[in-house]
């Protein structure tokens, strides 16, 4: 593939002239190889490596529209994963629609088209398995191209606070998370810790479910679905099992202490931010990387439920991902 050699030739140099760091000819920052890619390696599906370390072989997309979904941001071209996840994307929509009254899926980041480091905003989303989804209902038409790139999702909670607004919060909400924690398939949600913590004061019933929402930074206008590593990829690395219990304990009070929301103190000495480089992931990511893929936008494969009719939207944007702005929040490993 030589192009895609010449690109890291030039980001070798780049980086050397500035001193940034030494580089191998082969290697470069993941983040640009990676960004640049704009459609998926052939073969079969393949999640390689952790959430926050790792990439995707065989990615599919999800069609922009469907009868019960919508995909937003499309410039960062974005909306591809790991089949499964496609799958189950469609399947959630279509559940929650039928049986929960949710008017459907406004859905953001999946993937890049071979998963990996993001040009800008996650620090996971890179084997295909993990999913944002609009805690804002799909409207009853379909969104522009320009109305997906500004129309911003709705906060949940009550002004700067750290709860829920009760104006705000219904009763479809709770059910769509539920929906979506029951199928086996999913290893956890997060959602902001306000959100947590009402599902803790208003869940009747059934709670086993809740031990797969965890609390987390930001969340608060969206959730964040995270699959298990799939059969067929056996190169994929899991996270820990999560407990049995239903999360509304200690662990849940500790997000509504100072603690985690104290800054970090300022570095007594300027700290070089580290890039990882595509040598930093498993190995068999170069070769994904390097891997033939589509000869045009037409051979790509998606989801099954595609309904573009009535809709400005192409099936796909392949354009190179711009730099969208993303909240600032305290890193931490999930």
Request: proline residues 9%.
């Amino acid at each position: 593939m030589k192009s895609k050699t010449l690109l890291r030739l030039a980001l070798t140099a780049l980086l050397s002239l500035s001193g940034a760091v030494n580089v191998l000819a082969e290697d470069g920052p993941a983040k640009q190889l990676f960004g640049a890619e704009k459609l998926p390696s052939l073969g079969a599906p393949q999640s390689t490596g952790f959430y926050a370390k790792g990439c995707l072989a065989g990615g599919v997309a999800l069609p922009v529209d469907g009868r019960t979904w919508q995909v937003m941001r499309l410039s960062r071209n974005r909306n591809w994963g790991h089949p499964r996840m496609i799958a189950l994307l469609e399947r959630l929509s279509r559940d929650a629609a039928a049986k929960d009254g949710w008017a459907g899926l406004l859905v953001g980041d999946i993937s890049q088209p071979r998963g990996g480091p993001m040009l800008t905003g996650h620090a996971s989303h890179q084997v295909g398995l993990d999913a944002d989804i609009w805690l804002t209902p799909m409207p009853k038409r379909p969104f522009t191209k320009d109305e997906r790139e500004k129309v911003e999702a709705k906060s949940m909670l009550k002004g700067d606070t750290l709860y829920v607004d009760p104006d705000k919060w219904t009763p479809a909400h709770a059910a769509l998370l539920k929906r979506a924690a029951g199928y086996d398939e999913v290893e956890r949600i997060f959602v902001h810790p306000g959100i947590k913590k009402k599902l803790c004061e208003t869940v009747q019933g059934d709670r086993s479910w809740m031990a797969k929402i965890r609390p987390y930074w930001g969340h608060f206008y969206h959730f964040h679905v995270r699959m298990k590593c799939q059969p067929g990829s056996p190169s994929c690395k899991p996270q820990e099992p999560i407990g049995t219990g239903d999360g509304c304990d200690k662990s849940l009070a500790w997000w509504f202490t100072d603690e985690p929301w104290r800054k970090a103190p300022e570095p007594t000495k300027p700290v070089k931010p580290k890039i990882m480089m595509l040598s930093d992931l498993p190995k068999l990511c170069a070769q994904i990387l390097d891997a033939p893929g589509p000869q045009s936008i037409d051979q790509v494969t998606y989801g099954a439920g595609a309904d573009t009719s009535g809709s400005d939207v192409p099936a796909i944007v392949p354009d190179q991902p711009e730099a969208v702005p993303v909240p600032k929040q305290r890193v931490k490993s999930k």
